[in-house]
């Protein structure tokens, strides 16, 4: 932390001279002397001169205006030309933090919430953004989801529930329209694979659930969804496989006996014959 009193934490009986000298060595100097004297040593994160003296760190233009205008005392020592690296004193004036706030609002250089956010979202937006193109290793993708695991209270998720209300229904919905790929379902089903809902959720999207009622197509395209998820071999109770199917055609095809053929995979002779008129297996083959 830099010492703004420093007239308190120096000897009474200080040597301004070795101050002053220790000081002006580490200045550029411009011929034009009402132009900004820049530090040309080190600077703080803000650009900010510093200098330790007597193992303790101050800021160069503080010691500026002790040497050339005075003791600051608490105040702090503002600039006029906003150049954190100038310590012209003629450039240098005391004021308290309400009118160094001031004086950055008059100039235009405070920007309100809004402004900050729309700067920002600039800067970042794109390629303007540092990690634009570039991946997480894996170790650190562990590590932020280790961060990010956060057990919401109960208060906490009705807030959020409230904040949400309406944003994220239909049209208003980020992904409204917008197709899913495979591989992005693959994935969604893994990462829900082996979760089960709690009693109280399942209570409650069977009550948000009541009174509601399928639309005709959407019917339609559950009853398919159905018919594809069980039939041929996805149904749990098939002896046979598409290949055995195939042959089965083959050899019907040859006009061999329907026993022989059943009694060869094992099956009844109904089955065969089903096979035969495309009562099964009519979507898989």
Known sequence: MYKYG?????????????????????VNMPHDLTLCWEWKNKGD????????????????HRISYLLFKGVPGELLVCHKCDNPKCVNPDHLFLGTPEDN???ASAKGRLLNSEERKKARSKLYFGKGNPFYGKKHTEETKAILAIKCKR????????KASER????RHGKNHPLFGKPVSQETRNKISLAGRGRKHTEKTKKLISESNIGKKHS??????????????HNGEKNG??????????????????????????HLYNVSKSTIKNIKNNKTWRYDV
């Open 101 to 103: 706030l001031k004086d």
């Open 216 to 229: 005709e197509e959407a019917k339609l395209k559950m009853s398919q969804a159905g018919q594809m998820k």
């Open 151 to 158: 057990i919401f209270s109960e208060e906490e998720r009705k």
């Open 164 to 167: 949400m209300k309406g944003k």
């Open 237 to 262: 109770r098939s002896k046979l496989k598409i290949e055995d199917v195939i042959k089965i055609r083959e050899a019907i095809k040859t006009e061999a006996k329907l026993n022989n053929i059943a």
């Open 6 to 26: 420093i007239e308190r934490n120096l000897n009474v009986d200080i040597n301004y001279n070795r101050i002053y000298n220790f000081f002006i060595d580490r």
């Open 45 to 60: 994160k803000n650009n900010y001169g510093i200098l330790k003296f007597n193992k303790r760190t101050y800021r160069a």
